[in-house]
């Protein structure tokens, strides 16, 4: 297996008849996934999704894939695939079409009316849009593209076969093969077959799930645990899931329905989405069944569903409010109860116990992934895998969708099922991949980092602002203003010490005022005038003291003034 090294330089050109591969998120993390596939001096990229923060990126929004590695190059783009409709998958399509609106967008019914109402709210009209469903095949530039329905936690998703002069890659996408899916679209085994007998020369593979052992349980067998959940209910019920799982959604209106309850959404994009799945019918609602949220509230609670958004425990969602008893019309209470049909997303488990212990403290019963069958996972595990490394019989694998370790996995069981070692290639992001004579290897690497989304600023901000911000979180900060005659050099004014997040007494200060007098006259008659290194000198004495008798490592921030 040939591992990215660190000691990679940019690429040589790409020889010719020959497929370059260059990812640009997506592999080495679950988030912000993005490909780019290079043939005769044309790109096609596949996905172009987000990452969301951590609590490492304070006041980070959104992170999105590296678009510099093709900045001067979007002219060469044919068309941007989305695999289907997930924020990690679409979620930077519009700040890449703020650089070139008119990338042609091609991706399945339900994936791009789900990308189209972010491409509004982005004010990005002039898109050009190519609808496409399963077994449907069509060119852009070289790209010779098929497409082969694959079952996920959202309806239409799609693999992508891409032929080309130099061999055909098949490109998973997000799946897994659930076997009896509530809409009966299940991952189609039969056009992988057919490739692979065609020659798979390259198989970028979803590897999330490759740890996993086994299969991963069918979505139908969450619906006996919501019986038993609405059964057992005799208050309100409030379930929250993913915006986009129209199928976990579909269960909870069918549930409804059984016991006589009527659904409200809560949460923006809740309502948003099962609209957009109802409008195309990927949502099956019985008439009367959803009624306005705020109507909702005025029936008994024992007839209410309310269906929210916020299960990572997002500050801002329906839920965080709802259990800080803050949200505007909906008030939880004793008997009520909440389930969390969800995954809990790496990262976010703080905020997910938050809501949780805030839920029961106001009385309610909460069910979750932890104390019942609530939820059940999007990717295939290994099992899985292993019967689409047999079917596919690919002869260069390339794990894509996961953290190094996830991608090791699935690379683990690509070799168990005969593929060559050499021919199981481990890349991460910027990690360049070439296909030459039906042979994939590493070719070099290129820049990419994370790009920020702050407020209205995309790149702006680095991650030394966010270590600063960090510092700023974790230790406050200490401003010291001095005073030096410009004249005579001594400090005529201050020091003025003020400290936020730090101490509440400014007066703790006083002790380190005449040592800070005492380094600037040092400095100053050892011929230091300039204003920049006085202030290194008003840092370095105040960090010193305040490391050594407060333990602390707070911004420091000097100004020294010449007056
Ligand atoms: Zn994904
Ligand atoms: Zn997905």
């Known amino acids: 297996m040939s591992h990215p090294h660190p000691e990679l330089s940019v690429p040589p050109e790409l020889a010719p008849g020959a497929l370059r591969v260059i990812p640009l998120g997506g592999l080495g993390e679950v988030g912000r996934n993005m490909t780019v596939f290079e043939y005769d001096g044309r790109l096609l990229i596949v996905d172009c999704g987000v990452l969301f923060p951590e609590e490492n990126h304070p006041g980070v929004d959104l992170i999105l894939p590296d678009f510099e590695p093709i900045r001067d190059r979007l002219g060469d783009v044919e068309a941007l695939v989305l695999t289907h409709g997930h924020e990690d998958h679409i979620g930077a399509t519009p700040f890449l079409l703020r650089e070139r609106g008119d990338i042609p967008l091609v991706g399945s019914e339900l994936t791009l009316a789900l990308l189209d109402s972010k491409l509004r709210e982005h004010r990005l009209k002039e898109t050009v849009h190519h609808t496409v469903s399963e077994g449907d095949r069509i060119a852009f530039g070289p790209f010779d593209l098929e497409f082969v329905a694959v079952n996920h936690s959202i309806p239409d998703a799609l693999a992508v076969a891409i032929r080309t002069g130099a061999g055909m890659v098949l490109h998973t996408g997000d799946f897994k093969m659930d076997q009896l899916p509530l809409d009966g679209r299940i991952t189609d085994l039969r056009a992988f077959a057919r490739l692979g007998e065609e020659g798979v020369d390259l198989f970028l593979t979803d590897s999330t799930n490759a740890e996993v052992p086994g299969f991963t349980t069918s979505e139908k067998e969450i619906s006996p645990v919501l019986e038993r959940v609405f059964h057992e209910s005799r208050g309100r019920l409030i379930v929250a899931c993913f915006a986009s799982h129209v199928h976990r959604v579909q269960q909870v209106l069918d549930a409804a329905v059984e016991h006589g309850r009527k659904v409200g959404y809560v949460g923006r994009s809740m309502v948003r989405n099962m609209a957009i799945a109802r409008d195309l019918g990927y949502l099956d609602v019985p008439p009367g069944v959803v009624v306005d949220a705020k109507e909702l509230a005025d029936l008994p609670p024992e007839r209410q569903v309310l269906i929210s958004t916020g299960s990572q425990g997002e500050p801002l969602s329906a839920l965080s409010r709802i259990a800080q008893r803050n949200h505007n019309f909906v008030h939880i209470a004793e008997g009520d109860t909440v389930v969390l049909a969800s995954s809990l997303i790496p990262g976010n488990e703080n905020a997910v116990y938050r809501v949780i212990n805030g839920l029961a403290r106001w009385g309610a019963r909460v069910v979750h992934k932890g104390n019942a069958l609530v939820h059940v996972s999007g990717h295939a595990s290994a099992g899985e895998l292993l019967y689409c490394y047999n079917i596919v019989k690919p002869r260069?694998?390339?794990?894509?969708?996961?953290?190094?370790?996830?991608?090791?996995?699935?690379?683990?069981?690509?070799?168990?099922?005969?593929?060559?070692?050499?021919?199981?290639?481990?890349?991460?992001?910027?990690?360049?991949?070439?296909?030459?004579?039906?042979?994939?290897?590493?070719?070099?690497?290129?820049?990419?980092?994370?790009?920020?989304?702050?407020?209205?600023?995309?790149?702006?901000?680095?991650?030394?602002?966010?270590?600063?911000?960090?510092?700023?979180?974790?230790?406050?900060?200490?401003?010291?203003?001095?005073?030096?005659?410009?004249?005579?050099?001594?400090?005529?004014?201050?020091?003025?010490?003020?400290?936020?997040?730090f101490a509440e007494d400014d007066a703790t200060f006083d002790e380190i005022k005449q040592p800070i007098i005492d380094a600037l006259d040092r400095a100053t008659s050892d011929g230091v005038a300039d204003s920049y290194q006085l202030q290194q000198t008003v840092r370095r004495v105040v960090g010193r003291w305040v490391s050594n008798t407060h333990r602390r490592r707070p911004m420091i921030i000097p100004v020294v003034v010449e007056a």
């Open 396 to 501: 260069n694998v390339l794990p894509v969708h996961g953290e190094i370790r996830h991608m090791l996995a699935n690379a683990a069981l690509a070799r168990e099922t005969g593929v060559p070692d050499e021919q199981v290639v481990l890349a991460e992001d910027g990690i360049v991949v070439d296909l030459v004579d039906g042979r994939a290897r590493i070719a070099g690497k290129v820049e990419c980092g994370y790009v920020f989304v702050d407020g209205s600023s995309v790149g702006d901000i680095t991650e030394s602002d966010l270590k600063d911000r960090r510092i700023l979180g974790e230790e406050g900060f200490i401003s010291v203003i001095v005073v030096v005659d410009s004249v005579t050099g001594k400090v005529s004014g201050g020091p003025e010490i003020h400290a936020r997040g």
